[in-house]
């Protein structure tokens, strides 16, 4: 058990890498896949909280967007409860990229997972469901004194 987290962080940036070299034939960075996917399945976040969501900071997430927009892939739109907020939708143009990134998806999952039994692909689903339920569980270690 000691490396196990070290192999699931191994897998995930082999996973990760393979699909960014294969969403670069399409034109799209690991940052902009990572935003269209989110805004796919959750339309209309405002910046902030796709920040939140991403990992990354909001100045970051700024840059993608005005990328992103220039592209004709997003739209802000103003948060009719708050105006200093923006919200973020894809446009109609993102969705033959999205379509794309969702073949590429796939066909990396079923050569990544090429060989291994269909139950023991649930049962490593349903194990990293569990890890992530216990990780969202944790409390945060409490701060050391100052001595």
Known sequence: MEHSLVEIGDTAHALRRAFDRR???L???RAQWRVLARLN???GLRQVELA???DVEPITLCRI???LEEAGLV???RDPADRRAWRLVLTAQANPIIEKLHQLAAELTAQAFAGVAERDVERLFSALAKVRENVAALQPPKKAANT
Request: hydrophobic fraction near 40%; proline fraction near 6%; charge should be positive.
């Open 23 to 25: 969403a670069a034939a």
């Open 27 to 29: 034109g799209v960075t």
């Open 41 to 43: 399945r959750q339309p």
């Open 52 to 54: 939140d969501l991403l």
């Open 65 to 67: 967007v005005d990328r």
């Open 75 to 77: 739209e802000r739109k």
